[in-house]
Protein backbone atom coordinates (compact mmCIF):
# COMPACT_ATOMS: atom_id res chain seq x y z
CA UNK A 1 0.00 0.00 0.00
CA UNK A 2 1.29 3.64 -0.91
CA UNK A 3 1.46 4.63 2.90
CA UNK A 4 3.58 1.55 3.83
CA UNK A 5 6.25 2.58 0.81
CA UNK A 6 6.32 5.73 1.98
CA UNK A 7 6.87 4.52 5.41
CA UNK A 8 9.34 2.05 4.57
CA UNK A 9 11.50 5.28 2.44
CA UNK A 10 11.73 7.16 5.35
CA UNK A 11 13.07 4.69 7.60
CA UNK A 12 15.06 2.48 5.07
CA UNK A 13 16.69 6.17 3.49
CA UNK A 14 20.34 5.90 3.14
CA UNK A 15 20.68 2.48 4.69
CA UNK A 16 22.03 -0.59 2.96
CA UNK A 17 19.66 -3.78 2.78
CA UNK A 18 19.99 -7.38 2.77
CA UNK A 19 17.96 -10.00 1.05
CA UNK A 20 17.48 -13.16 -0.57
CA UNK A 21 17.47 -13.55 -3.79
CA UNK A 22 14.12 -14.91 -3.98
CA UNK A 23 12.85 -11.37 -2.96
CA UNK A 24 15.60 -9.12 -5.11
CA UNK A 25 13.87 -11.34 -7.98
CA UNK A 26 10.14 -10.70 -7.23
CA UNK A 27 7.77 -8.10 -8.68
CA UNK A 28 7.81 -5.86 -5.70
CA UNK A 29 11.81 -6.18 -5.72
CA UNK A 30 12.77 -2.92 -3.34
CA UNK A 31 16.47 -1.44 -3.65
CA UNK A 32 18.46 0.15 -1.85
CA UNK A 33 19.88 4.07 -2.48
CA UNK A 34 23.23 3.01 -0.54
CA UNK A 35 23.82 -0.59 -1.40
CA UNK A 36 21.90 -3.76 -1.55
CA UNK A 37 23.48 -7.30 -0.56
CA UNK A 38 21.71 -10.11 -2.35
CA UNK A 39 22.28 -13.21 -0.74
CA UNK A 40 22.70 -16.50 -3.27
CA UNK A 41 24.67 -19.50 -3.39
CA UNK A 42 24.85 -19.09 -6.48
CA UNK A 43 26.30 -16.80 -9.23
CA UNK A 44 24.05 -14.16 -10.95
CA UNK A 45 23.81 -12.03 -14.03
CA UNK A 46 25.42 -8.64 -13.54
CA UNK A 47 23.36 -6.63 -11.08
CA UNK A 48 22.18 -3.30 -11.21
CA UNK A 49 24.18 -0.39 -9.83
CA UNK A 50 24.19 -0.26 -5.86
CA UNK A 51 23.73 -4.24 -5.69
CA UNK A 52 26.60 -6.95 -4.98
CA UNK A 53 26.19 -10.90 -3.90
CA UNK A 54 26.73 -12.54 -1.11
CA UNK A 55 27.57 -16.19 -0.27
CA UNK A 56 26.37 -16.12 3.38
CA UNK A 57 24.50 -13.77 6.05
CA UNK A 58 28.54 -13.87 7.59
CA UNK A 59 30.00 -12.51 4.70
CA UNK A 60 27.27 -9.58 3.71
CA UNK A 61 27.83 -8.61 7.55
CA UNK A 62 31.37 -8.50 6.94
CA UNK A 63 31.19 -5.74 3.95
CA UNK A 64 28.61 -3.11 6.36
CA UNK A 65 30.92 -3.62 9.44
CA UNK A 66 31.12 0.46 9.17
CA UNK A 67 27.55 1.07 8.71
CA UNK A 68 25.34 2.07 11.75
CA UNK A 69 22.30 0.59 10.74
CA UNK A 70 21.88 -2.19 7.91
CA UNK A 71 18.10 -3.74 6.70
CA UNK A 72 16.89 -6.99 6.39
CA UNK A 73 14.49 -6.65 3.68
CA UNK A 74 13.61 -10.86 4.12
CA UNK A 75 11.89 -13.16 2.58
CA UNK A 76 10.89 -15.91 5.05
CA UNK A 77 13.99 -17.92 4.66
CA UNK A 78 16.31 -14.84 5.63
CA UNK A 79 14.31 -13.68 8.53
CA UNK A 80 13.82 -16.83 9.92
CA UNK A 81 18.03 -16.83 9.89
CA UNK A 82 18.26 -13.04 10.71
CA UNK A 83 16.14 -12.88 13.77
CA UNK A 84 18.58 -13.91 16.17
CA UNK A 85 21.22 -10.85 15.21
CA UNK A 86 18.23 -8.10 14.97
CA UNK A 87 18.51 -5.53 17.51
CA UNK A 88 15.27 -3.50 16.28
CA UNK A 89 11.85 -4.73 14.14
CA UNK A 90 9.73 -2.34 12.04
CA UNK A 91 6.77 -4.43 11.18
CA UNK A 92 3.65 -2.96 9.03
CA UNK A 93 0.28 -4.48 10.06
CA UNK A 94 -2.10 -4.64 7.46
CA UNK A 95 -5.55 -5.43 8.87
CA UNK A 96 -6.85 -8.26 6.72
CA UNK A 97 -7.14 -11.57 5.88
CA UNK A 98 -5.10 -12.88 3.07
CA UNK A 99 -3.45 -16.11 1.58
CA UNK A 100 -0.33 -16.17 1.72
CA UNK A 101 2.90 -18.82 1.09
CA UNK A 102 6.01 -16.75 2.87
CA UNK A 103 5.56 -16.01 6.99
CA UNK A 104 7.75 -13.82 9.58
CA UNK A 105 8.81 -15.81 11.83
CA UNK A 106 6.88 -16.32 15.15
CA UNK A 107 8.82 -13.85 17.75
CA UNK A 108 9.47 -14.17 20.82
CA UNK A 109 7.52 -11.23 23.20
CA UNK A 110 9.97 -11.94 26.20
CA UNK A 111 12.95 -11.05 24.04
CA UNK A 112 11.35 -8.88 22.28
CA UNK A 113 9.86 -4.94 23.98
CA UNK A 114 6.98 -2.71 21.64
CA UNK A 115 7.73 0.07 21.25
CA UNK A 116 5.52 2.24 19.07
CA UNK A 117 1.99 0.79 17.71
CA UNK A 118 0.23 3.60 15.40
CA UNK A 119 -3.24 2.60 14.15
CA UNK A 120 -4.10 3.97 10.75
CA UNK A 121 -7.77 3.74 9.31
CA UNK A 122 -7.48 2.95 5.62
CA UNK A 123 -8.15 5.46 3.00
CA UNK A 124 -8.52 6.16 -0.73
CA UNK A 125 -5.49 5.12 -1.22
CA UNK A 126 -4.61 2.49 1.08
CA UNK A 127 -7.42 -0.22 0.91
CA UNK A 128 -6.59 -2.06 4.39
CA UNK A 129 -6.47 -0.58 8.07
CA UNK A 130 -2.41 -0.80 9.00
CA UNK A 131 -0.62 -0.30 11.91
CA UNK A 132 3.06 0.55 12.08
CA UNK A 133 4.61 -0.94 14.73
CA UNK A 134 8.45 -1.29 16.47
CA UNK A 135 9.72 -3.55 18.54
CA UNK A 136 13.16 -3.41 20.12
CA UNK A 137 15.10 -5.84 21.89
CA UNK A 138 15.24 -6.40 25.74
N1 LIG B 1 6.11 -8.51 3.10
C1 LIG B 1 7.40 -8.40 3.25
O1 LIG B 1 7.88 -7.68 4.13
C2 LIG B 1 8.33 -9.17 2.36
C3 LIG B 1 9.68 -8.88 2.41
C4 LIG B 1 10.52 -9.59 1.58
C5 LIG B 1 10.02 -10.57 0.76
N2 LIG B 1 8.73 -10.84 0.71
C6 LIG B 1 8.21 -11.92 -0.14
O2 LIG B 1 8.85 -13.13 0.28
C7 LIG B 1 8.99 -14.02 -0.82
C8 LIG B 1 10.43 -14.53 -0.87
O3 LIG B 1 10.77 -15.13 0.39
P1 LIG B 1 11.46 -16.57 0.46
O4 LIG B 1 11.52 -17.01 1.88
O5 LIG B 1 10.78 -17.46 -0.52
O6 LIG B 1 12.93 -16.33 -0.14
P2 LIG B 1 14.10 -15.27 0.24
O7 LIG B 1 14.40 -15.37 1.70
O8 LIG B 1 13.82 -13.95 -0.35
O9 LIG B 1 15.32 -15.88 -0.62
C9 LIG B 1 15.74 -17.19 -0.38
C10 LIG B 1 17.02 -17.40 -1.18
O10 LIG B 1 18.05 -16.55 -0.69
C11 LIG B 1 19.30 -17.21 -0.71
N3 LIG B 1 19.77 -17.36 0.67
C12 LIG B 1 19.03 -17.42 1.80
N4 LIG B 1 19.83 -17.52 2.87
C13 LIG B 1 21.12 -17.53 2.39
C14 LIG B 1 22.38 -17.61 3.01
N5 LIG B 1 22.52 -17.70 4.34
N6 LIG B 1 23.48 -17.59 2.22
C15 LIG B 1 23.37 -17.48 0.87
N7 LIG B 1 22.18 -17.40 0.23
C16 LIG B 1 21.06 -17.43 0.99
C17 LIG B 1 19.06 -18.56 -1.39
O11 LIG B 1 19.24 -18.28 -2.77
P3 LIG B 1 19.85 -19.39 -3.80
O12 LIG B 1 18.79 -20.42 -3.93
O13 LIG B 1 20.12 -18.59 -5.04
O14 LIG B 1 21.11 -19.92 -3.14
C18 LIG B 1 17.58 -18.82 -1.09
O15 LIG B 1 16.97 -19.69 -2.02
C19 LIG B 1 8.61 -13.21 -2.05
O16 LIG B 1 7.28 -13.58 -2.41
C20 LIG B 1 8.62 -11.77 -1.58
O17 LIG B 1 7.70 -10.97 -2.30
C21 LIG B 1 7.85 -10.16 1.53
Known amino acids: ?36 IILTHHTTDRLPHNCIRAESLGEALSILTEEKEIFILGGGEVFRQSLSIANHIYLTLIHAHIQGDTYFPEINHLQWRLLRQDFHKKDDQNRYDYSFIEYTLG
Open 1 to 36: MPADLAHFRKITKGHPFIMGRKSYLSEDQLLSDKLS
